[in-house]
Every structure is written in C-alpha cells, then in structure tokens.
C-alpha cells in the first residue's frame, strides 16, 4: 500500500463551482499535512498546511485533516480560470525532513 | 531576489553520459532536496542536505551523487545516464527552523536520456 494516494483526476468544473480534492494515507505518524499547487511546466508552490487534525481556511481555500480516517481534503470555493492546475498533497512526520507526495490531481476551470 | 533557480531547462542525453544540474538558492537557506517527478509517481526525494558540506539519501538515491560546497548550491550528478532516469527534477530549499512544508521549489530541469 503506497503511503499516500491520491487520484489523479483530471476533474473539470465550470467557473464559480466548488472543487474537492482529497488524499489518503496510511502512515499514523504523520503531523504535518500539505497541499502544493502546480501550474504547467513549473515548480510546486505551497498552498497552505495544518499539523495535526482540524481545519485551516485561506481565502476560498480550506484545508480539512481527519487524522482518525487517515483522510485529508482541500476545498476551493468560487473557483477560477487561474486555479487550473495540479494539486498535489503531502505529508511529513515531525522533525523529518521527507515528504510524501500523492501523485498529484489535474483540475480545470472552465470559463 | 531570484529565489531557486536551476541550470539548465532541459537537456538531452545519451545513455551512458554523465550530467551535473545545478541548483542556486538567495535565501540564505540551510537546506536543500532534488526531487524527480515521473507522470503517475508523483515527486521522490533523491538526496538532500541539512547545510553546507553535508548530503543525505532520500527516497531513490540510486545512480545519484550529490554535493553541498557552497551554502547556495546544491549539484545533482549522475555519472552514467539510464533511460530510467529520464524525468522532470526539481530543487527546493527552506531556512533552518522553518516547517518542512515551507519548501521552495525552482522551475525545473527536464531530462531525457535517449
């Protein structure tokens, strides 16, 4: 079982939609839970990141962490042409310099 | 401030060549990853370095060398090419005392070994 699954996508949505993205993942020590975005031929950008369990908000960007079902969620409100790209999650134990990425979920935003 | 820069963008080479990436850093970082990304694999640490004069293995180290002489650099070699190793390698870098999720991440370097 791969330490982090995500699916890969792509998923389209029309403008203004509500886009969730989700990962799971199997190992119980991870404390930090992040969220890259990707734009086409360029480096990751982090997005946002919580440690531990709950909720975190940006903007139209929410991060949720339910560390009891080993799950994790971003959600972008009134999406945007610009928020078309590869979403990547990934998660690290404490004090460890690794992280472990999903392979990454291609959303569009179609005008 | 140009942040992460990686040289060069793309490159092609035949199996059996050797190659050094360059990656370059003015953030006064301590540490730096390279990471591969391959289409359905996601990104894999392939060494990092906790400062200056150091280099650990990450995730798939092998057929990779690695060195740190200068706090803003960080070379990835490899020695004799493989089709294997064709891919897209990003450098990242964050500052000591940072969170692990702050990592910066340069443009990329695309390579294809032919």
């Known amino acids: 079982q791969k330490e982090v699954e995500q699916d890969p996508g792509p998923l389209s949505v029309p403008e203004g939609a509500i886009v969730s993205l989700n990962c799971t993942y199997s190992?119980?020590?991870?404390?930090?839970f992040m969220w890259y975005r990707q734009y086409s031929r360029k480096g990751p950008e982090l997005l946002m990141y919580?440690?531990?369990?709950g909720n975190k908000e940006d903007g139209r960007f929410t991060a949720q962490v339910d560390k009891s079902s080993k799950y994790i969620s971003l959600f972008i409100r009134d999406s945007q042409p610009s928020d078309s790209a590869t979403y990547l999650c990934a998660m690290s134990r404490y004090g460890n310099n690794r992280l472990a990425f999903g392979k990454g979920n291609q959303v569009v935003v179609i005008p | 401030n140009a942040g992460v820069t990686q040289t060069p963008k793309f490159r092609v080479l035949k199996t059996g060549q050797s190659m050094t990436l360059l990656c370059a850093q003015d953030m006064n970082h301590e540490y730096m990853y390279w990471y591969r990304q391959d289409p359905g694999m996601g990104l894999r640490l392939i060494h990092y370095?906790?400062?200056?004069?150091?280099?650990a293995k990450g995730e798939v180290p092998d057929g990779y060398n690695v060195s740190r002489l200068k706090k803003q650099n960080f070379l990835l070699g490899l020695e004799s090419a493989a089709p294997s190793q064709t891919s897209v390698y990003f450098c990242?870098?964050?500052?000591?005392?940072?969170?692990?999720?702050?990592?910066?991440f340069g443009p990329g370097t695309r390579l294809t070994v032919t």
């Open positions: 370095s906790v400062g200056e004069g150091t280099t």
């Open positions: 190992n119980s020590a991870f404390q930090y």
């Open positions: 990242a870098s964050r500052r000591d005392g940072g969170v692990v999720a702050e990592q910066y």
């Open positions: 919580t440690y531990s369990s």
